[in-house]
Nanobody, 121 residues
Framework: QVQLLESGGGLVEPGGSLRLSCAAS????????MGWYRQAPGKQRELVAT???????KYAAAFAGRFTISRDNAYSTVTLMSDSLQAGDTAVYYC???????????????WGQGTQVTVSS
């Protein structure tokens, strides 16, 4: 069983900074790709960025150059950062991981509960 817990959300001014963290926990698991998605009320969930176990980051076009994703395999964490938030960034941000049990089985998607980010003056 793998659980993802996000932290770092809250109220941020336009032009302000964001640092979201996500920690994976469980007894015996392996993690492949990790990433971040976001979803505003009434809107489709969208990909922000992913990062491989080898630390190769990929960004959706709308977020490239403005967001940075990183991970620490030793601590099973993934982080999303920005120093130029806009009002349109208001959304619930979800941590994602592609995981499996070390005992076997296929990889599957697991999600955090989400953390609210509100960009407003």
């Amino acid at each position: 069983q793998v659980q993802l817990l996000e932290s770092g959300g809250g109220l941020v001014e336009p032009g302000g900074s964001l640092r979201l963290s996500c920690a994976a926990s469980g007894s015996s698991f392996a993690i492949d790709t990790m990433g971040w998605y976001r979803q505003a009320p009434g809107k489709q969930r969208e990909l922000v960025a992913t990062i491989s176990p080898g630390y190769t980051a990929k960004y959706a076009a709308a977020f490239a150059g403005r967001f940075t994703i990183s991970r620490d395999n030793a601590y099973s964490t993934v982080t999303l950062m920005s120093d130029s938030l806009q009002a349109g960034d208001t959304a619930v941000y979800y941590c994602y991981a592609h995981v499996k049990y070390v005992s076997g089985g296929s990889f599957y998607d697991t999600w955090g509960q989400g953390t609210q980010v509100t960009v407003s003056s």
